[in-house]
């Protein structure tokens, strides 16, 4: 065949293609091109990093080895180089020198075309993009943002040779993202703007002009007071990540917003549109917003009372910081979100009250977040730690009591704090905390602190197995103080605290009575996690009362619905398997269960200790079972929480199977106080069955 004539031929820098927003890549006409290594692929990165300009041999050994280049490391370039003309020019023709890859001077140059590169071609367009109308510059700006795989050269996101150049490109894509926002506000795409907005600040709060865009897009959408709640978003977010106050076009936006200034909703020449710099921002008038309902007056008093007090007690004011803690307590009980967000700010509250030097200021923020508790395996031990700590400190630099109880108050909070947050501990230091906070409060007659210090009454009251009947007398005593007294949350807490200690004890007709009391407080005050609790408890009902396959589906309808948002993963995480497993032996008492419902890949959690034993003898591997059963040994016992005797119940059910006389006395005095409960159902979650019936299986088999 003839060969084509060399000028017909397109020219190989134009056939090849370039990516660098993601990983980096090559393509030619015939799809992707293989680049081998790593170091192949930094050789290509480097050299377009430096856009077309020659990178002399001696600065790509630097850049590709920093620390200390091997001896061969010119000739390895060299390779490397070799290696990429190979790959980008095949049809090359041998001895004919390089049109893409080029020898230059002292080094090598990539002479790819101005389109050849998705980054030159993204950077392009954005520069376009400027000079066009609103409209046609958001068709522009969204095929530029459309080029974008992942972060800039993410494969070498470690590397000093292209940590500038990222940088640059990311904060293009930044405004570009906000450019965009701008071009849909000018069109009066309002409501359009804001999905995008919020994506873009959840990764990137420190963007003051998003902030702005954000609030600015809410109000023209007829939703002053989320413009408003966004901007105080924007100032907490700022003043927590950054230490810095909101700059001027936040502020000045702020105050247009609560003056309803007509000029935010000014119509500006289409022709001249540009960046959004205050009230006279292009767009269309907003819609009239709906007659106010009993929402939207509550959205406005909201508003003006945070303004005014945001006007009225200064910044670094102490009154602040106990505000906020309350505001983090009011949020930890408005849904898994909530919770998440009020973990998240609250050793932040403690540690800038601790900054004063002032233990009794302290004690009152660390204090003053007594959000009930109802399961006793912590959401996040680390921060359960530092909480415990904090509140230590605080009570050795308190003054010591005196005659008067100056400071009683805020050290029964104090213990409280260290009795709640210290459940499922072995240490006996919350027992300790538990009983002097009770007693403090019971001598200082004061409700809601009594009410808090019963929390860590109940969350130190799994010291051994058997405590229902006890934990009862808890609930009953929180259910009356807070009907009686208006404290609705701890009321709720009553009622759940008897429905577990009612299950635990088999009678279910008073655990429903508190299932429902407990759900109609939640819907007539906005409680929603209490659903996660008595919805499962609806599961357990179904178990006990042997409608298995029932229970099976509402388990995991329950696990679906309600685990993954309730921000609470001390009580989801291995969660459902050990509900599921339950079902085998509510069926079958304390025989081992069957092979399916021991999957070893299942995310059984914390329970991961109890289940390994088991699930190797229901393959027949004795052996395993055996080492399974004797690390379990090793343990000083299950964890001091709803479940304790559930996994006690589960260690003996791995004992039977195996004749181990040792740990089957463990468990059996373990599990004697108990013998009149329902194994696991003090969780009001699940049940292994009587523990009656374990306790007799155990005599039997000590008796052989």
């Not at 960046?275 to 003006?304: F, K, N, Q, V, Y």
Request: some cysteine; proline content about 8%; aromatic content about 4%.
């Amino acid at each position: 065949m003839e060969r084509e004539p060399e000028r017909e031929r397109e020219p190989a820098r134009e056939q090849v293609l370039f990516g660098v927003l993601g990983p980096v890549t090559a393509e030619d006409l015939h799809g992707p091109i293989a680049l081998k290594g790593p170091r192949h692929r930094a050789v290509l990165a480097r050299l377009i990093v430096a856009r077309r300009r020659v990178v002399p041999v001696a600065r790509l050994v630097s850049d590709l080895w920093p620390d200390s280049p091997p001896s061969g490391a010119v000739g390895s370039v060299q390779t490397f180089v070799a290696a990429l003309r190979r790959a980008l020019e095949p049809d090359r023709p041998p001895r004919t020198p390089a049109r893409l890859l080029v020898t230059d001077g002292p080094g090598y140059a990539l002479r790819a075309g101005p389109d050849a590169v998705d980054a030159w071609r993204f950077e392009t367009a954005v520069g376009e993009a400027a000079k066009l109308p609103p409209a046609r510059a958001l068709r522009r700006l969204d095929e530029a943002l459309g080029l974008w795989r992942g972060p800039a050269y993410a494969d070498f996101a470690r590397e000093e040779w292209v940590r500038g150049e990222r940088a640059r490109l990311a904060e293009l894509r930044l405004r570009s993202v906000e450019r965009g926002a701008e071009a849909r506000l000018a069109l009066g795409l309002a409501a359009e703007a804001v999905p995008d907005l919020d994506a873009h600040l959840a990764d990137h709060p420190w963007r003051e002009d998003a902030w702005r865009l954000l609030a600015l897009a809410l109000y023209r959408a007829g939703r002053q007071g989320d413009a408003l709640a966004v901007l105080r978003r924007a100032r907490s977010t700022l003043v927590e990540q950054l230490g810095l106050d909101p700059g001027p076009g936040l502020r000045r936006l702020e105050a247009d917003i609560l003056a309803q200034d007509a000029a935010l909703n000014a119509v500006p020449d289409q022709a001249s549109w540009g960046p959004l710099a205050g009230p006279g921002s292009p767009t269309s008038p907003a819609s009239p917003a709906d007659p106010a309902g009993p929402s939207e007056t509550a959205a406005r008093l909201w508003t003006r009372a945070a303004a005014a007090y945001d006007r009225t007690v200064a910044a670094g004011a102490r009154a602040r910081l106990e505000t906020t803690v309350g505001l983090l307590r009011d949020l930890a009980v408005t849904g898994g979100g909530g919770l998440t967000a009020a973990r998240e700010h609250r050793l932040a509250a403690v540690t800038a009250a601790e900054e004063f030097g002032d233990p009794e200021l302290t004690g009152r923020v660390i204090g003053a977040f007594d959000v009930p508790a109802i399961w006793t395996r912590g959401d996040d031990p680390e921060l359960a730690r530092r909480i415990v700590a904090a509140a230590e400190r605080t009570l050795a630099a308190l003054p010591p009591p005196d005659e008067h109880g100056t400071y009683d108050a805020v050290r029964c909070r104090l213990l409280a704090t260290v009795a709640v947050e210290m459940r499922g501990s072995h240490s006996s230091r919350g027992p300790q905390a538990a009983a002097q906070a009770e007693a403090i409060a019971r001598r200082l007659d004061d409700p809601a602190l009594l009410a808090f210090a019963l929390n860590g009454t109940f969350m130190q009251s799994f010291t051994r197995a058997g405590l229902a009947p006890r934990r009862a007398e808890t609930g009953t005593e929180l259910v009356a103080l807070g009907a009686r007294h208006g404290l609705v949350t701890f009321e709720v807490l009553g009622h759940l605290i008897l429905l577990q200690a009612r299950c635990a004890l088999g009678d279910f007709a008073a655990a429903d009575t508190h299932a429902i009391a407990a759900d109609r407080l939640a819907a007539l005050h906005e409680l929603p996690l209490v659903g996660v609790f008595t919805r499962w408890y609806g599961a357990l009902r179904l178990s006990a009362s042997g409608d298995i396959a029932e229970a099976r589906s509402a388990y995991e309808s329950a696990a679906t619905d309600l685990l993954p948002d309730s921000g609470m993963p001390g009580l989801t995480h291995g969660l459902l398997p050990l509900a599921l497993l339950s079902l085998s032996f509510s069926a079958d008492g304390p025989r081992l269960p069957r092979p399916e419902a021991l999957d070893p890949r299942a995310d059984w959690g914390p329970y991961r200790p109890w289940i390994t034993p088991l699930a190797a003898l229901a393959t027949g591997d004795h052996a395993t079972a055996r080492t399974a059963l004797r690390e379990l040994r090793e343990l000083p016992e299950p964890p001091r929480d709803l479940l304790y005797e559930a996994c006690c119940c589960l260690e003996a059910t791995a004992a039977l199977a195996l004749g181990d006389r040792a740990v089957l006395t463990r468990v059996r005095d373990r599990l004697a106080p108990a013998s009149a409960e329902l194994a696991g159902a003090g969780s009001g979650l699940l049940t292994l069955g009587p523990v009656s019936d374990y306790l007799a299986a155990i005599d039997a088999a000590l008796r052989r």
